[in-house]
């Protein structure tokens, strides 16, 4: 059966990285597993709108040909006719869903590092915006295994009448929650932790343009916040 995955690694093979790609897969959700036969015309839009973005950045020296034979590859019959979309010609605005990431060992950090800063540079954040992103959202998924055992990271991407213009994070854990008096510790800078959650937490509102945190004893604790940059 060709299925979205099977079809695009076989061209992206030998160019793009398996790590890479299962990244990019992760970010389509259902429709990688999609036989191709069974795509409609939005969704073969909201695929390549995706993986041209993907494609340019991380295969920038043949990524106008890449790009071509996924278009033709993304048909039934290979015609490369069927509704396929690509570059800003075509009004395709539509943003990909948002990416939750299950945060429960070690290795998670890392993963979702990783998918934090190619979301950034992807949505067209600058390099150093993104390296932000990324390190926030590593502060994040620390303390998340840290102190609660296990959660989740969401990344969202924003838009506007101009188009995409930051990506909100959230991230959520059904913890213990963090006591009020702690939590003015943090924010005053003087609470010490041999894990460093109060550092954590200060280096992450800095980093970001907006930060609201909700914690709830014995019920968890989630961050949202939110970084902007022009595309």
């Known amino acids: 059966m060709k299925t979205v995955e099977k079809e695009v690694g076989a061209i992206l093979a030998g160019t793009i990285s398996s790590i890479t790609q299962r990244s990019i897969f992760n970010r389509l959700g259902g429709l990688a597993t999609t036989p191709i036969q069974q795509l409609t015309p939005g969704d073969r839009a909201t695929i390549l709108s995706e ?125 213990p929650g963090i006591p009020g008096s702690k939590l003015e510790e943090i924010w005053a800078g003087t609470y010490k932790s041999q894990r460093g959650m109060g550092k954590g937490l200060v280096a992450v509102k800095k980093l970001v343009d907006d930060f609201h945190l909700d914690t709830r004893l014995g019920l968890g604790t989630t961050v949202t916040c939110v970084f902007r940059g022009e595309r």
Do not use: C, H, M
């Not at 790009?67 to 509704?83: E, N, P």
């Not at 993104?130 to 296990?150: D, M, P």
């Open 51 to 175: 993986l041209e973005n993907s494609v340019r950045l991380f295969a920038r020296s043949n990524s106008t040909q890449l790009i071509a034979s996924i278009a033709k590859a993304l048909t039934a019959d290979g015609s490369g006719t069927q509704g396929v979309t690509s570059g800003g010609g075509s009004g395709v605005t539509a943003l990909p869903a948002p990416r939750k990431l299950p945060i429960e060992q070690e290795k998670d950090i890392a993963t979702a590092r990783l998918e934090a800063w190619s979301e950034a540079v992807r949505i067209g954040l600058s390099k150093f915006a993104s390296v932000k992103v990324a390190t926030a959202v590593s502060e994040l998924a620390r303390n998340i295994i840290f102190y609660a055992g296990n959660g989740t990271v969401e990344l969202r991407s924003l838009k506007d009448d101009r188009g995409v213009i930051g990506l909100q994070i959230i991230a959520t854990d059904q913890g």
